[in-house]
Structure formats: C-alpha cells, structure tokens
C-alpha cells in the first residue's frame, strides 16, 4: 500500500473515543452513505467539528482480483483551509475486513483458523483452501497473531466468559473465544475476525 500503509495512527492504543466512531467500517458503501455523515463528526486528531472531508481510496495489493489490488477503506483530510480551523492531517478509515498492514483479509485468516481447529495443520489447510500465498506468508501471520493474543483476548473478555476448551494451543483457544463472542456475524459475512474490528475498532494485528 505504499504511503498509505504507513498512515494507520487512528489504530494505535491511543486512538481517542471519537476515532473509534467510525475508523473501521462494515462496507465501502458505509464511508459514502448519506447516513454516514463525516460533517457530524470531529476530526479525531484534534477534535475540531465540521472540518472533515473524504479524500483518496485507500488501495492495496489483493491477489484474488484480477487486476491485483482492491479497495481497503478511505483517507479522510481534516480541512485547516479558509475557516474550517481543522488541523491539516489525514487518516484512514478501513473496511472491516482489512488486516491493516497485511494483504491477506480477515476472511481468508477466519478460514485458515477454522481449519486449523479442526485438526489440519497449516500446509493441509493451506491446500485444502486454495489461498492464493506462499505457506511462509501465512506462516509468519499466524506466529503474528500469536504475539497479539494477550491483548484480543483482553478484550473478549470483556464481551465474554472464557469458554470451555478441550485445546491446549492458546491460538485454537482464542478462536474458540472468538466463536463465543460472535456466534453468527452475518454483518460481515461470517467472519468473527471481521466483527471484532468492528466491535473494538482496532486492528487484529496492532
């Protein structure tokens, strides 16, 4: 993604209560309905109201698509031009199922996950999906996850009891945590991955 994967401050443990309105959505369409109104909101950098405007797509590189890159959210400039008294910056708001930072999706890594529950190993379930990356990529964004488990599941446990588990492995425990906190996320097809960005309004990988 270029600049614009560098431009994800919004995400960080700092991200005020105003950010965490609307710096993850469900859909694209979500950033450009009527009913999501970036004038009724304050810029979440500097708090300044009626001064936000939408800027660039944000795009990034997706194999699944036949031109090779999708959209994955949208830049918002907070106007600092004529009377608007805006702060001058820019951030991004990402679709839900966008890993920031990463070109595989939630719903591709909620697959992956409920393989990998299901007994198979990684290179098995790699197969048995037909994921268009290398089993090294997919390998080194589930030790990621690994490393990020402490804080997901600090806050599923605000939403959720730790269920029963008959897994020793903390990930397939997490997932199994992730199942209890979002039974049936139709919202965003599915993918509890997906609606615990949405829920949180931050970024499963940090």
């Not at 469900?26 to 810029?43: E, I, V």
Request: hydrophobic fraction near 35%; include cysteine; charge should be positive.
């Amino acid at each position: 993604m270029g600049e614009n994967a560098r431009r994800t401050g919004q995400f960080r443990a700092t991200a005020t209560d105003a950010q965490s309105k609307f710096s993850i959505r469900r859909r694209f369409q979500a950033t450009t309905a009527g009913s999501f109104s970036l004038k009724q909101k304050p810029c979440p950098l500097c708090g300044c109201a009626e001064s936000l405007n939408r800027h660039s797509k944000l795009y990034g590189n997706d194999p699944a698509t036949r031109n090779g890159q999708s959209v994955r959210g949208q830049r918002v400039f907070c106007s600092n031009r004529g009377q608007r008294g805006g702060c001058g910056k820019t951030f991004s708001i990402f679709l839900a199922e966008v890993l920031p930072r990463h070109t595989v999706r939630a719903p591709l890594l909620w697959q992956l996950l409920g393989k990998l529950l299901a007994g198979l190993t990684v290179r098995s379930s790699v197969q048995a999906l037909r994921l268009p990356f290398a089993l090294e990529t997919l390998y080194h964004l589930l030790e990621r996850l690994r490393g990020r488990l402490s804080e997901v599941r600090s806050l599923l446990c605000r939403e959720h009891q730790v269920p029963a588990s008959c897994q020793s492995e903390p990930l397939l425990q997490t997932v199994e945590h992730l199942q209890g906190v979002f039974p049936n996320p139709e919202s965003v097809r599915g993918c509890a991955l997906s609606a615990f960005q949405l829920r949180f309004q931050r970024p499963l990988m940090g």
